[in-house]
């Protein structure tokens, strides 16, 4: 099972930009699903956004157009452009590996705040 370690969360004002990154402890194949949720007090665990190797990517409705996910080699990233207060939460990155059962990261807590 791969480790994962989350980088680049933070303070910023609504309207501002962050990019949270999420490295993997050794080299990775055969990613099956890789991905990040969010977690917000008093909110139920929302998947954000999600990757499948050799498919388009999918984005939750609350994060569409704002967000986008990509990876380069060992590394899945999160662009958040346009944040908002809402979008202040824990978030946690994941990998579905063949074989393997799923690597979470710890959390990076992103808040949008003036």
């Known amino acids: 099972q791969v480790q994962l370690m989350e980088s680049g969360g933070g303070l910023v004002e609504p309207g501002g930009s962050l990019r949270l990154s999420c490295v993997a402890s050794r080299s990775v194949r055969n990613v099956m699903l890789s991905g990040w949720y969010r977690q917000a007090p008093g909110k139920q665990r929302e998947r954000v956004a999600a990757l499948t190797y050799g498919t388009a990517p999918n984005y939750a409705a609350s994060v569409q157009g704002r967000f986008t996910i990509s990876s380069d080699k060992d590394t899945l990233y999160l662009q958040m452009d346009n944040l908002q207060p809402e979008d202040t939460a824990v978030y946690y990155c994941?990998?579905?590996?063949?074989?393997?059962?799923?690597?979470w990261g710890q959390g990076a807590q992103v808040t949008v705040s003036s």
């Open positions: 994941y990998a579905q590996i063949w074989n393997e059962n799923a690597s």
